[in-house]
């Protein structure tokens, strides 16, 4: 028997002005991407935000379905715009942000479980790591350096085995 213990880094920041001006854009972006979600149901506003290499920002936000099953997540409408249209094109961070309308709630909320393992296939898809910047509209930001720092002991293309 082996005890194993999993380290998990990440950077927070106080305020958008002591962020690095290229993930600080794009997280204003995410920011103000919030606004176009559709979400009536919930009334939880979350947007995207992609970097692509080749200077193009894709945003998306969460688009909600009166069948809730259907709902689609911001991140993964951000990135499967973002692949369709540039699929050649190298993701350098995403930034995602959240806004709950009629609650006095800005805490950063983290991407759930289905688009973790979505973002982590468009990691390894990327061949590159990336960060990934949490926020709400003001407030804390969080900062991941790699998907895996939020999805350890991932299920990927390594493990199915042709
Ligand atoms: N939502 C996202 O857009 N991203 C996440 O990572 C978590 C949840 C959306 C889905 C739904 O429209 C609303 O937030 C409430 O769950």
Request: proline content about 4%; charged content about 20%; glycine content about 4%.
């Amino acid at each position: 028997m082996a005890n194993q213990e999993l380290k998990i880094s990440f950077q927070s920041f106080e305020k958008i002005e002591d962020v690095e001006s290229k993930l600080a854009h794009l997280l204003h972006v995410a920011r103000n991407a919030v606004h176009e979600a559709y979400s009536p149901y919930s009334n939880f506003c979350v947007g995207c935000a992609v970097q692509l290499d080749n200077g193009q920002i894709i945003t998306g936000f969460n688009i909600e379905n009166a069948s809730y099953s259907v709902c689609i997540c911001a991140e993964r409408t951000a990135l499967s715009s973002a692949i369709t249209q540039y699929p050649d094109a190298k993701i350098l961070s995403i930034a995602i942000s959240t806004y709950q309308q009629f609650q006095d709630n800005d805490a950063p909320a983290f991407p759930c479980g289905v688009c973790r393992q979505f973002i982590s296939e468009c990691e390894d898809r990327n061949e590159n790591k990336f960060p990934i910047i949490v926020s709400g509209q003001s407030g804390p930001i969080h900062v991941f350096e790699s998907i895996k720092d939020l999805l350890p002991f991932s299920f990927g293309k390594n493990d199915l085995i042709k």
